[in-house]
């Protein structure tokens, strides 16, 4: 049986559960998730945290079969919270989140054959099976998608699947084709080194749909490259490049006859535990560092660092995209580029979209929610 002690000198509660162990709950966060302070309909919270003093106490506790309730003074509500609900929002722990899906580093033990891979058809009719692509995606950073029909749409409907698309100045989707007068590298047949896309955004795109359409020049195979492993590898090799390369932000620049969009990114950002979040990196976009000399030389020497690392084929997968396979990456994780192709031997037609990490991962916590 669960057993429920006030300990006012340390302004919390205590429940100890019946496996013997004990978590404490300040009483100012019982009384701000009292059940009262949420909108019967949109369940968003509408309590005022002013409305009552810092040094709140309840007046008393009950433990009631399943469930705590709290009595608190001046006429305030009387609370009651479901032991399990307790259980799993005990402070100190953070919820469980569908859409936290461990990320599982690659370098040269990941082949194109070992991809995570997936049928357009099943994503499109099977919530569960998207649901499990999805997962494997971003647990990887990286899949593919086959059977897409020749269809400019097909890809996006796919992501669509999932939730709406990012625009950014290349428009909702955009078009990997060589083209005359081009307005950014990825429109020439030129070779294309491992990069993220549009760091100089202030919030560069989360998920990247590419689309093959046809893909029968010769050369253009494609090249990816995990910047998790590339973290982890560099803090372990080079602990100073990594530290800035993590810390100093740097300028990032796109411009043409119709913009001029520019940004300052950390080329690493960590979370808030320290941990790897995500990789900007493009040569094509980098602006002149403005920073004092001495900082510039230190980052130069840190990005020769990283620049190096992603030049050693145990980081690379390669793999040619083929008609109607689509590959799908965290733009922010994975890093990719191209080989020069040869626009009079043949069509390299891409198409490609993206979706924002927050929308990805929210698509996953509903699917959960449906037992997917």
């Not at 569960?128 to 997962?135: G, I």
Request: a negative charge.
């Amino acid at each position: 049986m669960t057993h429920a002690e006030l300990r006012p000198e340390a302004r919390c509660l205590r429940l100890t559960w019946p496996d013997g162990s004990q978590n404490d709950f300040p009483f100012l966060w019982l009384r701000d998730n009292c059940a009262s302070n949420r909108h019967p309909f949109t369940e968003e919270r509408i309590f005022d945290l002013l409305s009552v003093p810092e040094d709140i106490a309840p007046v008393s506790t009950t433990v009631e079969a399943d469930a705590l309730r709290v009595d608190w003074p001046d006429g305030g509500p009387v609370s009651r919270f479901a032991l399990d609900w307790l259980h799993a929002n005990r402070p100190g722990k953070r919820a469980e989140d569908p859409g936290a899906v461990p990320r599982e580093a690659w370098r040269g033990n990941l082949t194109a054959e070992a991809l995570p891979r997936a049928d357009a058809t099943a994503l499109m009719t099977d919530d569960a099976a998207l649901a499990a692509w999805m997962r494997a995606t971003r647990a990887t950073g990286l899949s593919i998608v086959q059977g897409l029909p020749d269809d400019p749409q097909a890809g996006q409907d796919v992501a669509r699947r999932i939730s709406f698309l990012r625009e950014t100045n290349f428009g909702v989707t955009f078009e990997v084709i060589s083209k005359p007068d081009p307005n950014n590298s990825a429109y020439t047949a030129d070779a294309l080194p491992l990069h993220s896309d549009l760091p100089n955004q202030e919030l560069p795109p989360g998920i990247q749909f590419l689309h093959c359409l046809a893909n029968n020049a010769e050369g253009g195979d494609s090249v990816f490259a995990d910047g998790l492993a590339l973290a982890e590898d560099l803090a372990e090799a080079d602990p100073d490049a990594f530290a800035v390369l993590s810390t100093v932000a740097v300028p990032f620049r796109f411009h043409d006859r119709d913009c001029d969009l520019r940004h300052r990114q950390k080329v690493l950002t960590l979370d808030s535990d320290g941990r790897f979040s995500e990789i900007c990196w493009s040569n094509h976009l980098a602006a002149p560092l403005d920073m004092a000399p001495d900082t510039i030389r230190a980052y130069y020497r840190a990005w020769r660092a990283l620049a190096a690392l992603m030049r050693a084929p145990r980081y690379l997968l390669n793999l040619r995209l083929e008609a109607g396979e689509m590959a799908v990456f965290d733009n922010r994780r994975i890093l990719h580029g191209r080989s020069a192709f040869d626009p009079s031997t043949g069509q390299r037609h891409l198409i490609g979209c993206y979706v924002d990490r927050a929308e990805f991962d929210s698509r996953l916590r509903v699917l959960a929610r449906a037992g997917h």
